[in-house]
């Protein structure tokens, strides 16, 4: 079950682990105070900006942290391996994606990892219940295992762009995609990876609640785009809204592992 709905979780709050994963492109937003301000009853805080590993040479990107970074970052939050997680966001890129990516990257069972259809969007549109009152936390030990098959780097991209082992598939939006919109981060020139393929995750959402579309309407989308094997990696602005494709084409096809060009357009389009 890699997505719950609003109605589940409202009726599970208090039998499951809930993770606030926001995270905003728009510097004029501040997920942290957003959390502060209100949240679902019981989640816990996911700073994705410090749970990343953001070279100092990409200061923009969102790489893998190390696992002892993950490990005392998730122990902190109060999390145990065998624990049900329930992730949500308050974020258009559907930021909550990248948390349960990292989570099934750093050994998590993806039986035990679901995002929150939806979101906080959602969520308040229901006239759900929020509140800005601290959650507890016990800290954990929690313990965390690489699956590196998840991801890709830089120099398997090149290799790919020659060899043509697998298909590329961006979540940026069209224009910048093509080169036809600036970038919203600095030195970071305009344009996509040679041949890739552009799939921008705002036609696999429904912009009234942010839920994902059904699972007929993604077969028909990503079929549209050419997209019907295993051998696909995703890649976007930081490898945030990648993730949320990643789990799109998870939901039509049992046997995809998510896959993800962890350095995505900020470091292949570096100038």
Partial sequence: ????????????LNKVKIIDASWHLDKNRNAIEEYNKHHIENAIFFDLDKNSNQ?????????????????????????????????????????????????????????????????????????????????????????????????????????????????????????????????????????SIKESKSLPLSEIVNIKDNTFLNTKKLRNIFNSSGINSNKIVMTCGSSVSAASLALAYSLINDDYMPKIYIGSWTEFGKI
């Fill in 55 to 191: 070279k100092m040479d990409l200061p923009h990107g969102h790489f893998l942290p190390s696992v002892s970074h993950h490990e005392k970052a998730i122990s902190e939050m109060g999390i145990t391996n065998t624990d049900r997680i329930i992730i949500y966001c308050y974020s258009n890129l559907i930021s909550s994606c990248r948390a349960w990516f990292q989570f099934l990257y750093f050994g998590h069972d993806p039986k035990l990892v679901s995002i929150l259809n939806g979101g906080m969007k959602k969520w308040k549109l229901e006239g759900r219940k929020v509140t800005n009152r601290k959650t507890k936390v016990i800290p954990t030990k929690y313990k965390a295992t690489e699956n590196t098959n998840m991801i890709k780097v830089k120099s398997q991209i090149n290799e790919n762009i020659k060899r043509k082992e697998f298909t590329v598939l961006d979540a940026r939006s069209k224009k910048r995609f093509l080169g036809l919109e600036s970038e919203p981060r600095p030195g970071i020139k305009s344009g």
């Fill in 1 to 12: 079950m890699t997505l719950v709905s609003t109605d589940w979780l409202n009726e599970n």
